[in-house]
């Protein structure tokens, strides 16, 4: 892009010279209006767009779609529900031309088998809607189980993005496990630090934005080629900070407020200046993953919350499916 047209650019066009953009949404008309690469989903996007009469049909075309299944109960409960995170996939696909994430049960986090085997049985069910597993990123919690199952999907080549992460020895694992792609979140370390310290911070001083700034001097330094995606933003202050990024991605409120703003956007992450950075080596291995999730109170308590969250709206979207299937 030319000085002249970046002069006139809004803030969301100058982003996308500079990373890949991705919508943090379930709203398809979100992903036409911003035009990202990429888009991730979670159980509380999934849960909240199901219950938008726009979106409802979806979810009545899973149940009808279990009409003749011998499944029963709780099997046939979490059939629809993979059946819904395909559908929203498979829309989502249709209108963006890069990758989805699709979420693994939160309810799994600690379950190396179970994760496997779910991951297996969303890319199965994407394969049979015609989607190349090429399009897919399974999401799985950062805990060391969840890192386990991705080292294992990922030599299958199903690739994974591993999310709730908070902390440099979550990233580390990552990258050793050979994963595909992990999602800091950087909106949940600030609010944390924010409730903690009673400290409002702005910019470069965020703890959310230096997290992702250690996690990616650190993967660059090493040559660790697992891509960094920057999530949970709470406002595009964060975003303009971590400008570079390998991905960012944003919900439809931050992309609106950059795409009204032609205010001049800087390059804050460059691959070659973290190449030259004196970050340490980190050494990881299960006991000492476990005791430096342990002793660090943030990350330890953002993981914890973030799987009773998302576990806790699977189950409302469980709690919907029953109510369908009468």
């Given at each position: 892009m030319s000085a002249s047209s970046t002069a006139t650019?809004?803030?969301?066009?100058?982003?996308?010279?500079?990373?890949?953009?991705?919508?943090?949404?379930?709203?398809f008309q979100a992903m036409k209006e911003y035009a990202p690469q990429d888009a991730t989903t979670n159980p509380s996007l999934i849960l909240n767009a199901a219950q938008q009469?726009?979106?409802?049909?979806?979810?009545?075309?899973?149940?009808?779609?279990?009409?003749?299944?011998?499944?029963?109960?709780?099997?046939?409960?979490?059939?629809?529900?993979?059946?819904?995170?395909?559908?929203?996939?498979?829309?989502?696909?249709?209108?963006?031309?890069?990758?989805?994430?699709t979420e693994t049960d939160a309810r799994l986090?600690?379950?190396v088998e179970g994760s496997v085997a779910k991951g297996r049985q969303l890319i199965e069910l994407y394969e049979k809607n015609g989607i190349s597993r090429d399009r897919i990123l399974i999401k799985i919690a950062s805990t060391w189980e969840g890192i386990r199952a991705a080292e294992i999907l990922e030599k299958e080549g199903i690739h994974c993005n591993l999310t709730l992460l908070f902390s440099l020895v979550q990233a580390v694992a990552c990258a050793e496990a050979k994963v595909q792609l992990i999602s800091p979140f950087v909106g949940r370390i600030y609010d944390w630090y924010?409730?903690?310290?009673?400290?409002?911070?702005?910019?470069?001083?965020?703890?959310?934005?230096?997290?992702?700034?250690?996690i990616y001097s650190y993967y660059k330094n090493?040559?660790?080629?697992?891509?960094?995606m920057g999530a949970s933003f709470r406002?595009?202050?964060?975003?303009?900070?971590?400008?570079?990024?390998?991905?960012?991605?944003?919900?439809?409120?931050?992309?609106?407020?950059?795409?009204?703003?032609?205010?001049?956007?800087?390059?804050?992450?460059?691959?070659?200046?973290?190449?030259a950075?004196?970050?340490?080596?980190?050494?990881?291995?299960?006991?000492?993953?476990?005791?430096a999730l342990n002793d660090d109170a943030m990350a330890t308590e953002k993981t914890a919350e973030g799987i009773r969250k998302f576990a806790a709206d699977i189950v409302k979207l469980e709690t919907l499916v029953r109510s369908m299937l009468g």
């Amino acid at each position: 892009m030319s000085a002249s047209s970046t002069a006139t650019a809004n803030q969301l066009d100058q982003l996308k010279d500079l990373t890949t953009v991705v919508a943090d949404t379930g709203d398809f008309q979100a992903m036409k209006e911003y035009a990202p690469q990429d888009a991730t989903t979670n159980p509380s996007l999934i849960l909240n767009a199901a219950q938008q009469e726009e979106y409802r049909h979806l979810v009545e075309k899973a149940v009808q779609d279990h009409a003749a299944s011998p499944l029963t109960g709780d099997t046939l409960v979490e059939s629809i529900i993979d059946q819904i995170l395909i559908l929203f996939g498979k829309e989502i696909l249709q209108i963006i031309p890069g990758r989805v994430s699709t979420e693994t049960d939160a309810r799994l986090s600690f379950d190396v088998e179970g994760s496997v085997a779910k991951g297996r049985q969303l890319i199965e069910l994407y394969e049979k809607n015609g989607i190349s597993r090429d399009r897919i990123l399974i999401k799985i919690a950062s805990t060391w189980e969840g890192i386990r199952a991705a080292e294992i999907l990922e030599k299958e080549g199903i690739h994974c993005n591993l999310t709730l992460l908070f902390s440099l020895v979550q990233a580390v694992a990552c990258a050793e496990a050979k994963v595909q792609l992990i999602s800091p979140f950087v909106g949940r370390i600030y609010d944390w630090y924010k409730k903690d310290t009673g400290i409002d911070y702005k910019g470069a001083e965020d703890p959310g934005v230096q997290s992702v700034q250690q996690i990616y001097s650190y993967y660059k330094n090493f040559g660790h080629p697992t891509e960094i995606m920057g999530a949970s933003f709470r406002n595009v202050g964060q975003i303009i900070e971590l400008a570079g990024c390998d991905l960012l991605t944003i919900s439809p409120n931050l992309l609106k407020e950059l795409q009204n703003s032609t205010a001049p956007l800087v390059r804050k992450l460059d691959p070659e200046a973290a190449k030259a950075s004196d970050i340490a080596k980190v050494q990881v291995d299960e006991k000492s993953f476990r005791y430096a999730l342990n002793d660090d109170a943030m990350a330890t308590e953002k993981t914890a919350e973030g799987i009773r969250k998302f576990a806790a709206d699977i189950v409302k979207l469980e709690t919907l499916v029953r109510s369908m299937l009468g």
